[in-house]
């Protein structure tokens, strides 16, 4: 096992791996921009180093200054976590060559799977169902109309290179087509760098499912069942839950099968994410991999009590899987709710600021995973998530009623927040039946 890891990210997810590492003793090095000088995960790493000004681009996402904060400190691995680097094949492959361990698959995963276009080629010819669309990117509008007219309307512009719900215009009329086309090239070329978009058919109100999966270097593949991703705003998650409302022991065999030969196609390892739509008949077609750890994964730790990050690192250090798919058990019911420094009111607009009261909740099945502290002040230049709160409990409806009063009792002063808009959301009886798909929040808007 590593002695010394250098954990490449901030906010909660640095904090969870920190965790992570002092559990198998590990020692850990953090990283920091300037605007994160009193950071949780700087704080509490045995070492911090700070990489450069608060713009993403000169620290969390520069690799030569995270790099040489390895050299300085001997630390031996990096862990990505989620977002920055975590799916770039350059830096997997630049640690290779600088002798530092990459706590992720190999440069070649990365690069099959981070080409949404080729992803789902390599996934169509290793028998994994995909949505029909178009064979790879769209060379121009011309053929993006032919292939539309072809598997008729409504479709879906993708950024091959998209994430985080970027690059992506669904089009009902021939008309908005090379509009929507346009749109999505400069948002991918702004976000991504890469224009190269793809055309698929519209799913209509399927629900997101996503499989996680686990695999050694060793050839060694599990699946720990699924999460349902489908409460999303503007493609992006919003609640997560495990196991999914709508899931059946046969349903969940074929897509944990699917997941597993989606990973062996890549030559995979480590933790990954294999998402797919699933419509009302049950039908589920491969949308992506994540290669990275994903941010609801607690809600599969709370259901199968495996240690995601633990896992990460002991597949990172060469170790085999030490369980086998026979051995994986989904107890009990976990739902997530992703905490945000957002205004609900003014279309969820970041609220950066400092945090001037703060109560957390807890008791019996209650998780939280997060970066923030009392008269923390929340930078403007990252993500606005600040915390996750994770309920776990045997059944639904418990876990339900857990998370109503987890909610209710926490409290941010100071910055606004999304918790009033979970707890109506929770409420709602589309929630409490599990009739919702992906398209609700964009339906109702709760406010
Ligand atoms: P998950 O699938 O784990 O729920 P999200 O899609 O919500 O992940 O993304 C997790 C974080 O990573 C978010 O902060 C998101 O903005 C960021 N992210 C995701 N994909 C990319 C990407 N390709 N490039 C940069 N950031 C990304
Ligand atoms: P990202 O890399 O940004 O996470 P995804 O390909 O995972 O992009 O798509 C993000 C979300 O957009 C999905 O979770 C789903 O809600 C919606 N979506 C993507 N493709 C389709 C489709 N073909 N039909 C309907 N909805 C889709
Ligand atoms: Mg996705």
New binding site residues.
């Given amino acids: 096992m590593f002695n010394k890891v250098l954990i490449a990210n901030r906010g909660e997810i640095a904090v969870r791996i920190i965790r992570a590492c002092r559990e198998l003793s590990i020692r850990t090095v953090a990283v920091y921009s300037e605007a994160d000088r009193h950071a949780l995960h700087a704080q509490i790493a045995d070492e911090a180093v700070c990489i450069g000004p608060a713009a993403t681009k000169d620290s969390y996402l520069n690799m030569k200054a995270i790099l040489a904060a390895c050299e300085l400190t001997g630390a031996e691995a990096v862990h990505p976590g989620f977002g920055f680097l975590s799916e770039n094949a350059l830096f997997a492959k630049t640690c290779d060559k600088c002798g530092v361990k990459f706590i992720g698959p190999s440069a070649a995963s990365i690069e099959m799977m981070g080409d ?1 276009a080729t992803a789902k080629e390599t996934m169509k010819n290793a028998g994994v169902p995909v ?1 029909p ?1 178009s064979d790879g990117i769209v060379s121009g509008i011309d053929e993006a109309k032919e292939i539309a007219e072809k598997i008729g309307y409504p ?2 512009v ?2 091959s290179a ?7 215009r ?1 089009v009902e009329r021939p008309e908005d087509l090379e509009a929507a086309v346009t749109a999505a090239r400069q948002e991918a070329l702004a976000f991504f760098g890469n224009d190269g978009v793809y055309i ?5 109100d ?1 629900r ?1 499912i996503e499989i996680q999966v686990l695999a050694d270097q060793h050839g060694h593949v599990v699946h720990l069942g699924e999460r349902d ?2 409460l ?1 705003r503007r ?1 992006q ?1 919003v609640l997560e839950e495990c196991p999914s409302p709508v899931m059946t022991p046969q349903l969940r065999e074929k897509m944990g099968e699917a997941a597993c030969k989606a990973a062996l196609a890549c030559g995979y390892w480590n933790a990954g994410t294999v ?1 797919f ?1 699933v419509d009302k008949y049950q039908n589920f ?1 491969f ?2 991999m ?1 290669t990275r750890i994903q941010v609801e994964h607690p809600v599969t730790e709370m259901v199968t009590g495996v240690d995601l990050v633990k896992q990460q690192l002991l597949i990172a250090a060469g170790e085999e899987l030490a369980f086998e798919q026979k051995d994986v058990h989904m107890t009990g019911h976990a739902i997530e709710c992703r905490i945000n420094a957002e205004n609900p009111r003014f279309n969820f607009r970041p609220s950066p600021g400092k945090i001037t009261g703060l109560h957390m909740p807890g008791g019996p099945g209650v998780r939280i995973d997060s970066a923030v502290y009392q008269d923390y002040v929340i930078p403007p230049y990252y993500d606005s998530m600040i915390a996750k709160l994770i309920a776990y409990a045997p059944t639904r409806e418990e876990a339900i009623q857990k998370m109503k009063w987890a909610l209710a009792e926490f409290l941010v002063e100071g910055v606004e927040t999304n918790i009033d808009f979970q707890l109506k959301l929770i409420r709602t009886d589309a929630f409490k039946t599990a009739k919702y798909d ?1 398209g609700y929040l964009n339906r109702n808007t709760l406010l």
């Fill in positions: 949404k949505v669309g479709v879906m993708k950024a998209g994430g985080g719900g970027r690059g992506i669904m698929e058919k519209f799913i209509v399927p997101h991703c489908s999303q493609n998650k998402e739509l077609y949308m992506e994540n992906i």
